[in-house]
C-alpha cells in the first residue's frame, strides 16, 4: 500500500553487480537493509542510477523481485519500466507489476522523434493498462524530451499520472507543477518528487515531497535528515546538511572525462564508495561503461572520508 | 550467405500491423514479395523504418522468423538489434540470429550518457558475442551521438565491424570513411551503404556499396533503377531517376506538425502508400504514433500518382 | 561606486521603442525611474530583456548614457556587452564603461565553436583591458554553452571575474559556485546574482547576493519583498510573494507559438505590461520579432489583474 | 557586375593578421592575388573562414575596402553581415555595400530565441533596406537553426533572396532547393552554393552552381580543377581531385581537442599553410581562439606536402 502523496526520502537503488556482471543477490539485499536502516521512505528500483538501461529484462525481473520480496510491504518500491515506446514499455509494467512493484515509472518515448501529443498518447495508453499508479520520469539528459508543466498537469487532472520525478534539473518548471498541484482542486494527492541531488532542500522547500537522490544510497542518513530538518521547518540546519551532501556529490567527477563518460564515472564512484563502505562486494558496473582506475576509486574514498562516512 | 561487401538496394523493411497493432504476417510476406521483386539485393528488419523501437521482443522475433523463413536464403538479411546498451543489445543478436538473421546492425548506446572509448568498447563486446557479422547504424538523430570516421575505420580494420549504415545525412564524413576503406590495405571487404532516401546516387558516385532507404518500400524498382544506372556509370539518367524518387519522397511530410511528430508522419505516409498501392492490408502504426487523417493519406496518394506508381 | 559585492534586486531593463522602433528616451527614463521607486538596487541595461541582440551600436551607446546620467550615481549601472567573441566584446566595453556603466556583464563566445580553454582566455584578455570590473554571464540557452563551476570559481579566484549572472536555469551548479564562493578563502566578495523569476528564493535562500528577473521590470516592488522577506529569514512569506510573481509571469506564454518564438511572446508580454501599467508609450519590440496580437495583448492584462497591478 | 546565377569557386577569403592582431593588409593583397591567380570565379569575405565572428567593425571595414578596391570589379566580391539580429545585420549591410561588396551573405538571427516567421521576417527587412542582393547563409552549426527548403523557395520565389551559401552538411535538403530552383517557373537565376569542402564534386553534380569552400584558400587551384572536370562531365577526374582535397582537409584536425576548438584548430590550420605556402607573414587567428604548437603547425606542412603544395 502506497502513500499517496507518497513523500521523503526515495533512493534510486544501485544495482551490485558480480565481477562477470551478473546481479549480486546478496550485496543487493544488503544495500536495501542499509537504505531501509537508514531511515528512507520508499524505494525505486531499475532507475538510472540503477543501472536500468544496462540491464537485461532477466536482470530487471530477479531485481524487482528480490527487493520486492525482501522489502515485504514494509515501504513501498516502485519500479522503472524504462524502455523506447509505449509497446515496449507495457512489456517491462506487466514484468514489474507481477513482481510486486507498487508503482510504475515511465519516462517520454525516446530513439523516436516524438510530439507532445504522442507523449500524452503513451502515457494516456500505459495508464489504461497498468495495474499500479504510474509516475512520469522527466529526465531530458536521456530523454531528449522535457515534459511541459501543462502536459504533466493535464495528465494529473485525468489521473493518468500518480506522481511526477523531476530530474529536469530545471526547479522554475517543476515549481510550476508544484505549486500548480498544491492549488488546483482538480488535482489531488499527486507525488512530486525530485530527482536532484543537490537541491532536495530547495524543492522542498517550495512543496515538493520528496526526493530521489542517487547519492543517498551512499548516504542515506544524510538525505533522510535534509528531509526531516525541512519538515520541521529548520532550514538552516537543512542547508548546511545539504551542503555537505554537495560535497560529497564531488565524487562524481573522479573519473578522467578523457577515459570515460559521465555515467561511467557517476555510477562508478557510487559504486565504490558503497564498496569502500563495505556494502556491496564488487564496485562493477554493467558494460560497456569503463571502471574506475584505482587512483579514481581512491579519491571516492577521500570523499567519503571529508564527509565523515569512512 | 553474404557477399562481402554487400552492394545494391537493401530496403529497411516496414512492418506491417493489423488494426489491433499486431504484426501481420499476410502483409509483411506480399511486402517482401513486392521488394523481392523489386529487384532488392537484400533486406533489413527491424531498423527504423521497421519501427523496431515501437515492437515488442515477441514482435520482433516474429518478423525475423517470417521474413528469414520467406526468403529462405534467394537473398541477405539484415536484422536491427535495437537497445540502449551492451548487455540488452547482447539479447537481442542471440534473438535475430537464432531466427536466421545473416547480420546484425548496431547503434552506439543511447539514453545513457555515453563517451568514444564506450562506444568502441560497446562494438567490441558486441562482436566478440555475435554469431554473425555486426554493421554499424550511424543515426546521430535517434542516437544523440555521432560514430567518428576515426572510430568507425579502426574498428573496421580491427574485423569488430563488416559494414557501416549511415544514417547521419553527413556525406562528407561518409565520404572520409568510404575513401579510406577502398584504400587503406587493412580493410578489405568492409560494406558501405547510405540510409539516405535522397542522395543515393551521390552515395554511390563516390564509392558507396549500396543503400538502404526506407522510401524502397513503396518504390524499390526506382531504387534498383537507380543503382543499376550508377553502376553502368550512367550519371545523368541516375540523377533523373533520384529526382523523381526525391519528389516522391516528399510524401514524409503529409502529417500536420501541429498534430503529429515526424515519425509518425513519416512511416504512416510509407505504410499510406503501400496500403493505396494494395500491398498491406492496414496503414496503421504503432502507438502512440499518431495516425493520418484522411485528407493526409489522400496526399500521399497524389504523391504516388505523380511519381506513377497509382 | 559599486558593493562589493553587490546584492539586491538588479531587474534587466527592458529598452522601450518608439513605434518606428528608435530608443524611446522618455519612456526610458520614466522606466527607470519606475524600478529605482520600486527599491531595486541596481539597474542591468543591454542584457537579454533589454533586447540587446537587437539594438545597433547607436542605441545601445545612447541606452547606457540615458540610464547613467538620469541615475546619477544614485544605484550602480551594470551593462552588458554582448557580442560573438573577445575582439568585438572590448568594443563594447569600451563603449559602455565610456557611457558611464559601472560594471560589463559578457558571456562566452558564441556563433564560434568553442572550447573552455578559450572561453577562459576570453575573459581574461577582457579583464586585462575592462576600465570597469567584468561579470560573466551565463546564459547557454543563447550561447549554447554552458560555464562550468570549477572554470567561474578559477576567474573568480584570479581576479578575472566580480560576479555571476546565473541564467543556465540549472539551480545545483549555481549552487556549487556560491557555496565555494562562501566558503573558499582565494575568493572574496564575488558577487552571485541569479537570472531567474522563478527561483529568486532559493537561490537566496542558498546564498545568492541577488537577482536579475526580467519580471521585474513590471513588478519591482514583488521583487523587492521577495528580497526583503528571505534577507529577514520569512521564508514562508517569502514563497508566497514568489508564488504570485510566479503566476505573473505566466504571461510570457502568451504569444502564439504556431506564429512566433519565445523571446517575441515573452519580451513582447514585458512591453505590453509596461504599456497597460502607463510606463512606456508604446509596446514595439525589435525586428524580426513577431507582435503580440490585440487579444493576446489582452491577456497580459488580465494577468496584471490576477497579481493585483492593475 | 555579379553573373545571376553566380557559378564556380568562391573561396571564403581568409583575414590575415599581424602578430598583434591586426588586419594585415599587405598578406590580405597577396592572398587574393594568389586566389584571383588560381582562377576562382569570385570572392566571399567576412563569411566564418574570414574570422568574421572575430573582427571588429573596422576591422570588417577595412577588409571589404581592401578587397574591392584591389579587385576592382575583376570578380565579383560577397560580404557576410553577420550578426544577432536584424538592425544589427542592417548596419552591416550598409556599411559592406558602400565599401563595395557587389552581394551581403546573411545568416539567420541567433542567440536570440526565433521562429520561422521571424526568420522570413528577417530576411524580408533586410532585402527591402539593401542596396545589394542578398544571399542567406545556412550555417546551423552556428546559428543552431536550420532553413528549410520550404522557406528558403519561398523568399527565393519573392525575390527576396537572391541565392544560397548552404554550410548545413545536409545535402538531401539543399537538393530540394536546388531541384526545386531549376524546375519552379517562378525561381530563376537563383545562385546555389555549397559551403562544402568535402563533396563539391556531389553539389554540382546535383545542380549546385559552384561551392565556397574555406580549403580553397590552401589549394584554389585544385577547386577550380574540380569545377571544371565537373563541368566537362568527367565525373571520375573530379572525384579523384576531390579525394586529394580531402586528404588535404584532414589538417583541420591538427589541433589537440584537450587544449582547444574546432574553430581554433581548423583556421590556424588554413592560415599556417598559407604562412608555409609564403602567402601570408603570420599564421596568428584571433582572440581567443588558441594557436596551433609548433608540432601540430609541422603537421599541416606534411598534409600540404602530401597534397603536393610544398
Not at 523481485?65 to 510491504?73: L, N, P, R, Y
Not at 507498487?102 to 518515448?109: L, R
Not at 510530439?115 to 500524452?120: K, M, V
Not at 569502500?276 to 584505482?294: F, M, Y
Request: proline share 7%.
Amino acid at each position: 500500500m502506497m502513500p499517496t502523496p507518497l513523500s521523503g526520502v526515495v533512493p534510486p537503488v544501485c544495482t551490485p553487480l558480480t565481477p562477470d556482471r551478473e546481479v549480486d543477490i546478496p550485496s543487493l539485499v544488503r544495500l536495501v537493509d542499509h537504505l531501509v536502516n537508514g531511515g528512507v521512505h520508499g524505494l525505486f528500483v531499475l532507475g538510472s542510477t540503477s543501472e536500468a538501461a544496462y540491464l537485461t529484462d532477466a536482470q530487471r525481473r530477479l531485481v524487482v523481485e528480490t527487493v520486492t520480496s525482501h522489502v515485504s510491504g514494509r515501504l513501498p518500491v516502485l519500479a522503472g519500466a524504462i524502455d523506447m515506446t509505449t509497446p515496449r514499455v507495457l512489456d517491462h509494467v506487466r514484468e514489474v507489476t507481477a513482481a510486486g512493484a507498487d508503482a510504475v515509472v515511465v519516462t517520454a518515448p525516446f530513439y523516436t522523434r516524438t510530439h507532445p501529443a504522442e507523449i500524452a498518447r503513451h502515457y494516456r495508453v500505459i495508464a489504461a493498462h497498468s495495474p499500479a499508479p504510474v509516475f512520469a520520469y522527466d529526465l531530458p539528459s536521456s530523454v531528449h524530451t522535457k515534459l511541459s508543466p501543462d502536459l504533466v498537469l493535464e495528465l494529473a487532472a485525468d489521473r493518468v499520472l500518480a506522481g511526477l520525478k523531476d530530474s529536469s534539473g530545471d526547479l522554475g518548471a517543476f515549481r510550476a507543477v508544484v505549486t500548480a498541484a498544491r492549488t488546483r482542486p482538480d488535482i489531488t494527492r499527486f507525488t512530486l518528487l525530485t530527482g536532484s541531488e543537490l537541491v532536495v532542500d530547495s524543492a522542498l522547500a517550495l512543496g515538493a515531497d520528496g526526493a530521489v537522490p542517487g547519492l543517498a544510497n551512499v548516504d542515506p542518513v544524510g538525505y533522510v535528515r535534509v528531509y526531516d530538518l525541512c519538515a520541521a521547518g529548520d532550514w538552516e540546519r537543512a542547508r548546511a546538511e545539504q551542503e555537505r551532501l554537495c560535497a560529497l556529490f564531488g565524487m562524481v567527477g573522479v573519473g578522467d572525462p578523457a577515459r570515460m563518460g559521465g555515467s561511467s564515472s557517476a555510477l562508478g564512484a557510487f559504486k565504490a564508495a558503497l564498496y569502500l563502505r563495505g556494502i556491496i562486494d564488487c564496485p562493477a558496473t554493467a558494460e560497456p561503461q569503463v571502471p574506475l582506475s584505482e587512483g579514481e576509486a581512491e579519491r571516492v574514498g577521500k570523499y567519503l572520508a571529508g564527509a565523515g562516512l569512512l
